[in-house]
C-alpha cells in the first residue's frame, strides 16, 4: 500500500498546466523545451503535464501547416518526445498537426512512458475574425474512423477517447482542444457525463482585452457544472505577433474553485501545478443524483472508448499542491470571508424574521451567558427586531447564573443586554437547582464537592425549563443559541440547554464561524461602539459551559479540552459531512493545514495567541473523539433538534435537510478505518 504521506494514497492526482517558448516551424526545439518541461513535471511527482494547442509546430504559423517538410519534422519530434517519455511519471498531453486519410488535423496527443495512447482531433475549428483553421486543418468529428500509425505504434484517432488510470481510482482524463470549450455544448460535457474527471483543454488562444476573464468564466463555470477539474493551457512566448498577441494563461479549476495559475505574458516556460481531488469529485457526482440522470438523456455520452494506462503514482511524501484551508467553514480570504459573514449573518436574521412573522407572536426570549452562542443570536435578534421596525424591549433575554458562572461572562451578558436596548433580566437557578438535587438525594446537597453529570445537567435543565415558561408568560417563543459544531459533538443536553428551543438561528452555524460573524458585526458597524466593545469582550474569553465551580487556583473548565480545539473539530466536521472522506484522508488533510501554524494564510483579524499547530497524533487523537462522538452517540440529538436555517455549504445536521441517519448508529467503520490507515 502506498505510503500515508503519499497524496496518491488519500485520492489526489498531481496535475501540471504548462506553457513553452516557442519556435516558430522548429518541431525539434519544440519537443526539446516539452521535454524539459515534462521533466520537471516528472521532478515534481505530476500524473498529467498539458501543453498548449500545436506545441510542437507553434501555433501561429499559418499555410506552414501544409508543408510536407514541416510535417514531416513533427513526426519526427513526436517520435523522439514519446521515446524519451519512458522514463517519466506524467501523461503528456502535447498539440501536433497530424495528416490522416488525406488531410492535416489539429491533434492533441496524449503519451505516456513510451506509449502513444491516443490521438485526438479539435473538433470544432474557429473560421472567423482573427481566425482561419478551416483553411489549413480538417473537422475532428470528420475524421474516417480508424488507428493512427506514429512513431512505430498503432493508437485510436477520435475526438471520443477517454484515459483512465488503472491503479489510481478516479483519475479519467479527456481533451478537447481551444475552440471545443467557446462552443454552447463543448465536448467535455458529454465526457464528464461519460466518466472523465479530469478535463483538458490546450489552446493557442490569442488575447485581447478582456478575453482572459471570458476564458476563467468558461474554464471555472466547466469545472463546476461538470463536478470536474479543467485544467486549461494557453500558447505563450514565441508565438508570432504578426496580427496578434499571446498571453500563455493557464489554469487548473476543480468544481469551480481554482486551483493554481501561472503569470500572464510570460517571456519563458511556465508551469501550475496543483493536485486534483479526486474523491471530492467523485463524492459530489455520487451526491448529485442529477448528474447521473443527465447522463442517462444525453447520448452523447455513451459514444466514449475508455483506454487504460498504469501510472505508478510515487509514494514518496510529495507535499500536497492545494490551497486548504485551516477553517473550511471560515475562508482566509478578506473579501470571501466579509461576503461569507454578510451572508451568514442575514441568512440568520431573514430566517428568523419569517419565522416572528409566521408565528405571530409579540415577544423573543433568551437565554444570554455572555459566551459566544448566545451573543450572536442575540445580535440576530436585535436585527430581526430592527427589521420589523419593532422595538428591542421586545427581547426578553435572561441572564442565569449557576454554581459555575464567572463574574467575567455575566457581567458582559449585563453590558450585551444594556448596550443592545433589550428587556434584561437576571434568574438565579442556584436555589432551584438546590432543591432539585437534594429532591434527588445528590451528594452535593449534602455540601460535597460532586460536579458529575446530573450536577450539570440539573442546572442546563432549569435554564431552559425557565426559559420555556417565560415565553408562555410573555407570549414569545424561545430562542436557540446552541450551534452546529456543538450538534456535531452532542454537546448539549437533550431536551433541555441548548439542544432545545422553539427556533435557532445557530443551528446551521459552526463554533469557528460564529466567532468571525461577531468580529464582522464589530468591524461593519451593525450596531454601536459600545456594543462592539463588549463583544470584543466576550471573544477574548474562553469557551466554557461554566457548570462546574472553579476551586482556587483551578482552571475555569474547559469545553474544548473535554472535546477538543474546536478548530480541529471543526475541521473533522465539514470534511465528513459535506463530503463524506474517510477518516485517514481526513487526518491527512488536517496535517497539511495544522502542521505549521507559520504556512499558508490565517484569517483576518485572528489572535495571534491562539494561532496553534497539531502534530499527527494529536490530530488523530481528536478525530478518534469526533468520530465516537459524531457517529457514536449524538445523533438521538439531532433527530430531535428544532427548527433553524442552513447557512453553510458544508452542510447543516438537520435530519429534514442534510443529515439523516439513525440515532441508534455506531462509529466501528470510521474508528476501525482511522486505526488501520493512521499513523500513532
Avoid at 500500500?1 to 518541431?27: K, N, Q, W
Avoid at 484569517?603 to 488523530?620: G, Q, S, V
Amino acid at each position: 500500500m502506498t505510503p500515508f504521506h503519499s497524496l496518491y494514497r488519500h485520492g489526489f492526482a498531481r496535475v501540471a498546466a504548462c506553457t513553452i517558448r516557442s519556435a516558430l516551424a522548429d518541431p525539434a526545439s519544440n519537443a526539446a523545451e516539452i521535454l524539459r518541461v515534462a521533466r520537471e513535471a516528472h521532478g515534481r511527482g505530476a500524473a498529467v503535464a498539458v501543453f498548449p494547442e500545436l506545441a510542437l509546430s507553434a501555433y501561429s504559423i499559418e499555410d506552414l501547416l501544409l508543408q510536407d517538410a514541416l510535417l514531416d519534422a513533427v513526426e519526427e519530434a513526436a517520435t523522439d518526445l514519446i521515446e524519451a517519455s519512458r522514463g517519466l511519471l506524467p501523461v503528456l498531453v502535447v498539440g501536433a498537426p497530424l495528416r490522416q486519410a488525406g488531410r492535416v488535423y489539429n491533434t492533441a496527443l496524449v503519451i505516456h512512458r513510451g506509449r502513444l495512447l491516443g490521438v485526438v482531433p479539435k473538433t470544432y475549428l474557429p473560421t472567423y475574425r482573427e481566425f482561419y483553421e478551416k483553411r489549413q486543418v480538417a473537422e475532428g468529428h470528420g475524421a474516417p474512423p480508424g488507428d493512427i500509425r506514429l512513431a512505430g505504434q498503432s493508437a485510436p484517432f477520435t475526438a471520443g477517447l477517454l484515459f483512465e488510470a488503472e491503479d489510481v481510482p478516479g483519475l479519467v482524463l479527456h481533451t478537447e482542444i481551444c475552440e471545443d470549450f467557446w462552443v454552447p455544448i463543448p465536448p467535455s460535457g458529454a465526457a464528464a457525463l461519460a466518466g472523465a474527471t479530469v478535463l483538458l483543454n490546450i489552446s493557442g488562444s490569442p488575447i485581447t482585452i478582456g478575453k482572459a476573464e471570458t476564458r476563467r468564466l468558461l474554464c471555472q463555470s466547466q469545472s463546476a457544472r461538470c463536478l470536474a477539474a479543467y485544467v486549461y493551457t494557453a500558447a505563450g512566448a514565441g508565438e508570432s505577433t504578426t496580427e496578434v498577441a499571446w498571453d500563455g494563461q493557464a489554469e487548473i479549476f476543480e468544481n469551480g474553485a481554482l486551483l493554481a495559475e501561472t503569470e500572464r505574458f510570460p517571456m519563458a516556460a511556465q508551469m501550475a501545478v496543483a493536485d486534483i481531488d479526486l474523491d471530492l469529485l467523485r463524492q459530489e457526482r455520487m451526491r448529485q443524483g442529477t448528474f447521473d440522470d443527465n447522463r442517462r438523456n444525453t447520448p452523447a455520452a455513451a459514444g466514449f472508448r475508455r483506454i487504460p494506462f498504469r501510472l505508478g503514482p510515487p509514494g514518496a511524501d510529495l507535499g500536497l499542491e492545494r490551497p486548504i484551508e485551516r477553517f473550511p467553514f471560515v475562508p482566509a480570504n478578506p473579501e470571501r470571508l466579509a461576503q461569507d459573514c454578510y451572508e451568514a449573518y442575514n441568512i440568520q436574521v431573514a430566517g428568523l424574521v419569517q419565522r416572528l412573522e409566521a408565528a405571530r407572536i409579540k415577544r423573543i426570549v433568551i437565554g444570554v451567558s455572555g459566551g459566544l452562542d448566545s451573543t450572536q443570536a442575540l445580535l440576530v435578534a436585535a436585527k430581526a427586531m430592527d427589521l420589523l421596525g419593532r422595538p428591542r424591549t421586545d427581547i426578553v433575554a435572561f441572564t442565569m447564573p449557576g454554581f459555575g458562572t464567572s463574574e467575567g461572562t455575566k457581567g458582559n451578558a449585563h453590558r450585551l443586554m444594556a448596550s443592545l436596548g433589550v428587556e434584561a433580566r437576571e434568574l438565579d437557578i442556584r436555589p432551584a437547582a438546590r432543591q432539585m438535587l437534594g429532591d434527588l438525594g445528590h451528594p452535593f446537597a449534602e455540601g460535597k464537592p460532586v460536579y458529575d453529570i446530573t450536577f450539570e445537567n440539573v442546572q442546563a435543565g432549569l435554564r431552559t425549563d425557565y426559559l420555556f415558561r417565560a415565553a408562555n408568560f410573555h407570549d414569545g417563543i424561545v430562542l436557540g443559541t446552541g450551534d452546529l459544531s456543538e450538534l456535531a459533538l452532542g454537546w448539549c443536553t437533550y431536551g433541555v440547554g441548548d439542544q432545545m428551543s422553539h427556533y435557532n438561528v445557530n443551528s446551521g452555524v459552526p463554533k469557528t464561524l460564529i466567532q468571525h460573524l461577531i468580529r464582522w458585526v464589530i468591524a461593519s458597524g451593525q450596531f454601536s461602539g459600545e456594543v462592539g466593545e463588549v463583544l470584543g469582550a466576550i471573544l477574548d474569553t474562553e469557551i466554557s459551559p461554566e457548570l462546574v465551580p472553579a476551586e482556587d487556583g483551578q482552571a475555569l473548565q474547559s469545553t474544548e479540552a473535554k472535546v477538543g480545539p474546536y478548530a480541529l473539530q471543526d475541521f473533522n466536521l465539514y470534511y465528513t459531512l459535506r463530503y463524506g472522506f474517510r477518516p485517514s484522508k481526513i487526518a491527512f488533510l488536517a496535517l497539511h493545514a495544522w502542521g505549521d501554524a507559520a504556512a499558508r494564510h490565517w484569517p483576518p483579524h485572528f489572535p495571534e495567541a491562539k494561532r496553534n499547530a497539531y502534530d499527527l497524533p494529536t490530530i488523530r487523537h481528536w478525530l478518534e473523539v469526533f468520530l465516537n462522538r459524531f457517529f457514536g452517540f449524538s445523533q438521538f440529538k439531532r433527530s430531535a433538534m428544532p427548527n433553524g436555517p442552513k447557512v453553510a455549504a458544508g452542510g447543516s445536521l438537520s435530519p429534514r435537510g442534510d443529515w439523516r441517519a439513525p440515532s441508534d448508529g455506531n462509529a466501528r467503520a470510521w474508528v476501525e478505518e482511522l486505526r488501520r490507515n493512521v499513523p500513532e
